[in-house]
Structure formats: C-alpha cells, structure tokens
C-alpha cells in the first residue's frame, strides 16, 4: 500500500535539476560574503520581492526570528495574529531572545486582521505600557487554510501600521502559493512592507533554507544578528543551488498543488460526517472537521495505519497539505480511504 504523505509541503524532496545543481555549485566562505551561489541566491530573492536586498537563513523560524531581533528593542511589543505561526509554533523564541512581548489579534478567516482591531491594538504613548514597534502578518496563513493576503489589504494595514510609527515584517512562508493564487508578481504583495521573508523548502521543493528581504541597512544589522545565533554556514552555497532552482522553476506548477487541494475538498464534502468549506479552499492547505464520533487524533492514527499522513489540530480539526509530490491519483486515493474509515465507524 502506497503512503501519502499529506501532513506538509515541507516533506517534498529536492529535484533532480536540484540535486545537480548542488552537486555543481560554485563554493565561498558566506560569512565572509565570499560564497558566489549564495551571492547569486539573495539577489535573486531581492529581485524577486522587490527589496533592496536578502539574507539566506536556515529556516523560516530563523528569517522570522532575526526580523523581529532586527526592527524591535527588548521590552517592545509586537503586534501579531491570534493564529501566526510566529505566535503558535517558533517556540517563543522572539520573547525568549528578544526580550519583547507579543500581542494577538483576531485573525479573519483568510487570515487578515481587521484594520480596526490593528488600531486600537497600538498602544499609546504611556510610561505604563511596552512600546508597540512592529506588525507581523503572514501570507499565506497557516493556521487560516492557506489564506491569502490581497495586494490591497497588505498595502493598507502596512500604511496604517507606518502612521504609527511601526515597521511591517510579512512571514511569507508561502508568498508564491499567493502570488500564483492571485496571478500577480510577489513584489505586488511585498512592496509595502519593511521586511518579507520566505521559505525554499514548502512548495518550492528545495531541501532546506528561507530567504530574508529588506532595505541594505536592515539585511546588514539581521546578518549581525544570524551570525548571533549561529545561522553563519560558511560553504552554503551547496544548500543555496537548490533554492536558486526552486525560485526560476518551481513557482508556475505551484497552481497544481491548488487544483488538488480544491479536488480534494469537493471530494470530502460527499464523505458523510466530515465538514469543510470548500469556498475558503484558496491554496495548497485544507482543514476540515471529523465526524463526532472520532476525535482529530484518532481520526490521524486511524489513518496513519491506512497509510495516509495528516495533521491534528486539536479536537476535530485536520490539516492537509498538496504538494509537488501528491498527483491527483494520491487525492482520489485518500479520498477513498477516508471514505472507508467512515463507513467502518457507522
């Protein structure tokens, strides 16, 4: 029985094209600056956001981590969704390192955050209150389906956020999942924020690494603060050729992992007991909700031994994820065998 593996797209594995290129790649010391593939890599991902320029970190927990070092000062507050990813799965780690405390705001279903609520989340200028220094918003959201964020509404919440005097850091994680969504360049949906950062390694298929974008003086204080952390990897340009092949040729078949995430859906939707809303389907990430009768949990255990790998998100909510290696053969197959775990518990 073939395994299917839906639980991410970060379980994707490199390309051939990838592998090649790695094995290929021009190497330097990239602490010195000197590792032309990681040169050739960030300014690429400059180019591509629209920023002045990039930092290439391990992880996206890293690019997220060394912005919010980067535009705050210990004792700040920064400004977050009640979903983020910063806020629900980095370990704390900009309160722990960085000494700032967060503050989560309601996300909508898409992930947005009512501008309203934006506003009065800024605390006011008071001897008794943290600062309030930077918004964090994410596109596409995790924990909100794979929810977009329009050029619109991240044009407006950074405008807002910039008459208060605060910086806008974007966790794009999966900003080319939007942009492909939305047919519109990624600079449409990065240009008004102070830093965007993404990551190689969901959809686009690479092994490892996220991308940091900004002006030249931000990118020169985060690189201080990645080497503070320990994220300096000398030779990383055998890393950085995969990413280099992941921006120029993975992001157009980026719309086939949308297509199977909206197949998947609609075939769910006919399975009796299973809830999901196919119409807040926009990308590559599915939840929807077990039957009363088996927990989300149980419902992923269930299916783990029927070779079908998913997420739990507490009480009856499931994550799934498409990707470059889930074809729409893999769909109609856990579809299939969903449909005969549920009529197994009737």
């Known amino acids: 029985m073939k395994t299917i593996d839906m639980r991410s797209d970060t379980v994707t594995i490199p390309t051939d094209e990838m592998l090649q290129a790695m094995y290929e790649a021009r190497l330097g010391d990239d602490v010195y600056g000197e590792d032309p593939t990681v040169n050739h890599l960030e300014e690429l991902a400059a180019q591509v956001t629209g920023k002045e320029a990039a930092l290439f970190t391990v992880s996206g927990t890293m690019s997220n981590l060394i912005a919010v070092l980067t535009h705050t000062q210990r004792g700040n507050e920064i400004i977050t969704g ?5 806020f629900w799965y980095e370990v704390g780690g900009a309160s722990v390192l960085g000494g700032v405390v967060f503050q989560s705001v309601q996300n909508e279903w898409d992930g947005c955050i009512n501008l309203d609520r934006v506003e009065q ?7 008794h209150y943290p600062e309030t220094s930077l918004l964090c918003l994410e596109n596409t959201h995790n924990r909100c389906g794979g929810g977009i964020l329009t050029p619109e509404y991240t044009h407006a919440v ?7 005097e605060l910086k806008v850091h974007l966790d794009g994680a999966r900003i080319f999942n939007a942009a492909v969504a939305l047919d519109v360049p990624v600079s449409e949906l990065t240009g008004t924020v102070d830093s965007i950062c993404f990551c190689l390694s969901k959809g686009l298929s690479a092994p490892v690494g996220s991308v940091l974008c900004g002006t030249k ?20 340009g055998v890393i950085a050729a995969a990413g280099i092949v992941a921006i120029q040729k993975m992001v157009n078949r980026l ?3 949308h297509a199977n995430a909206q197949r998947l859906a609609n075939g769910l939707v006919n399975i009796p007991g299973i809830v999901v809303n196919t119409e807040t389907v926009q990308t590559n990430i599915v939840n929807f ?3 009363s009768k088996i927990t989300a949990n149980e419902f992923v255990q269930q299916m783990g031994a029927r070779g079908v790998k998913f997420i739990s998100r507490g009480g009856q909510r499931v994550r799934a994820v498409t990707h470059r290696m889930i074809s729409e053969a893999d769909v109609d197959e856990v579809i299939e065998r969903i449909s005969l775990l549920i009529k197994k518990l009737n």
């Open 289 to 291: 909700d077990t039957p």
């Open 158 to 164: 950074a405008k807002l956020a910039h008459k208060y």
């Open 121 to 127: 989340a800024i605390r006011p200028k008071n001897v």
């Open 255 to 257: 719309a086939e992992d």
């Open 217 to 236: 003086d931000f990118i020169e204080k985060a690189r201080k603060w990645r080497k503070m952390v320990g994220g300096g990897m000398r030779q990383a």
């Open 82 to 86: 009640s979903e983020s990813h910063l």
